[in-house]
């Protein structure tokens, strides 16, 4: 009885139990294009310090300090790339979720058309081999093959 | 290709793909280039710790130095301490960064723990840091006499660190200078 009372009354006090919810600053933007563009930007961007997170979600302080950097060069009047270029600099293409097309990243960029297209003409090799072969369906015999069956058929019933 | 051969492309297929995964075993997502290798120091203008005396960019090059970000808040910049110290001790320029720290807290830990900066840069709010692609510290960039960033190292200097990345850099480096 007490112990069921007692996990109750824990059961009840975890409702009051505060979420751990991370605080992420606001910032006031001059117009509404603005606050659109940072939305976009920090969704875009990666956190070096938690590398599965962009910085939106981030809540590591070199996030705060990177959202921070962004909205003071939005509100200073730099443009989608101009902040890309600076961020780049720093912290190198890692922080493009999106990297840009480069020697470097051609491979990441071209490998799915590529594979797809090897895909394709493989699969065209596949299927003109199948009509040269014949273009007949494979479950008919041809009329070599229906010698030879009932040859074998014939030695078979002779034998027994 | 003969039949026999075709069966053994599932083989082949699992063992590149095993060599690749096992390469990404070895592989330290962390361990980042930096983007400021062979970029220049960035300019600042920052207060020196514990004087009044603000210091720029020129007060600090002009020898092959390690710039060392650290704080007070860093675990692992406590692990690395005695270190420097020691590479004080050796002769080898260390300026810090003290990165996103109370002054007076940093202070406390010189005067306790040693201090083996020439002198110390406050980043309080991180723009220096920002500017220097840091992520978290500890973080040692290696500073060459003309003021050009040539290595970057995340993470504690100790002894294996320096003897085998960093001093043999640092060699380089002043032999570069001499002539």
Redesign the interface.
């Known amino acids: 009885m007490n112990r069921s009372c007692a996990i109750i009354a824990l059961l009840l006090l975890s409702c009051f139990v505060m979420p751990a919810t991370a605080v992420i600053e606001t910032y006031e933007f001059s117009n509404e294009e603005l606050e659109q563009r940072y939305q976009h930007l920090s969704a875009e961007l990666r956190c070096p310090k938690c590398q599965n997170q962009n910085i939106a979600d981030s809540n590591a302080p070199i996030a705060q300090d990177l959202r921070k950097r962004l909205y003071q060069q939005l509100e200073g009047g730099a443009s989608d790339s101009e902040i890309l270029d600076y961020m780049v600099a720093r912290y190198g293409e890692f922080v493009l979720y999106r990297p840009r097309f480069s020697g470097a990243t051609a491979v990441l960029w071209l490998a799915p058309v590529l594979l797809l297209l090897a895909a394709i003409v493989l699969a065209l090799l596949v299927l003109r081999r199948r009509k040269d072969s014949g273009g007949r369906d494979d479950s008919e015999l041809s009329a070599a093959e229906q010698q030879r069956l009932h040859t074998l058929l014939d030695e078979s019933e002779s034998g027994s | 290709m003969g039949p026999r051969l075709k069966l053994f492309i599932p083989l082949i297929l699992f063992a590149v793909l095993a060599l690749f995964l096992l390469r990404g075993l070895e592989l330290d ?2 361990e ?5 290798i062979d970029r220049p120091l960035p300019e600042f203008t920052l207060p020196s710790l514990g004087s009044d005396t603000l210091v720029n960019r020129e007060a600090v090059i002009g020898e092959v130095a390690l710039f060392n970000v650290w704080a007070t808040w860093c675990v692992s910049c406590r692990v690395e301490h005695p270190y420097l110290n020691q590479l004080t001790q050796q002769g080898v320029p260390i300026y810090g960064v003290n990165y ?1 720290d109370e002054d007076q807290d940093a202070l406390r830990w010189l005067q306790e723990l040693g201090n083996p900066y020439r002198l110390n840069i406050v980043d309080a709010d ?1 723009s220096l ?8 510290a500890p973080e040692t960039y290696l500073v060459d006499a003309g003021g050009v960033i040539r290595y970057r190292h995340v993470g504690v200097v100790d002894e294996r660190v320096w003897r085998d990345i960093l001093q043999p850099l640092y060699q380089e480096l002043l032999e570069e200078r001499m002539p």
């Not at chain 2, 840091?129 to 978290?136: K, T």
């Open positions: 997502p962390r980042m280039p930096s983007a400021l996103k991180g840091g920002l500017d220097l692609g840091v992520y978290g």
